[in-house]
């Protein structure tokens, strides 16, 4: 079964940085595409930046020209470096993953971390 694993998550203070990374494990053929989401107390889980397979990413708006998502397709990871954090940061960061188990799959499946806290305080 597919496991993802988050770490990094933490305290920092506005304008501070982190490194989140996601490490992905089990019968993998192909990782289609991963992402970063995040879900801050009575807010709806939003997209914060994604990768596919071929290095196209997105972000969302509010966070472009700050956060950098990036993979190592080798080690199944993803990572999500942010910069210049704000307070508005502060959530819950979910890291998602679009699987191809086999090769013999032409449809992916969806999976999710348990999720890492970020909090942005001074």
């Known amino acids: 079964q597919v496991q993802l694993v988050e770490s990094g998550g933490g305290l920092v203070q506005p304008g501070g940085s982190l490194r989140l990374s996601c490490a992905a494990s089990g019968i993998i053929f192909s990782i289609r595409a991963m992402g970063w989401y995040r879900q801050a107390p009575g807010k709806q889980r939003e997209l914060v930046a994604g990768i596919t397979i071929s290095g196209n990413t997105n972000y969302a708006d509010s966070v472009k020209g700050r956060f950098t998502i990036s993979r190592d397709n080798a080690k199944n990871t993803a990572y999500l470096q942010m910069n210049s954090l704000k307070p508005e940061d502060t959530a819950v960061y979910y890291c998602?993953?679009?699987?191809?188990?086999?090769?013999?799959?032409?449809?992916?499946?969806?999976?999710w971390g348990q999720g890492t806290q970020v909090t942005v305080s001074s």
């Open positions: 998602n993953a679009d699987i191809q188990r086999t090769i013999w799959d032409f449809k992916t499946d969806d999976y």
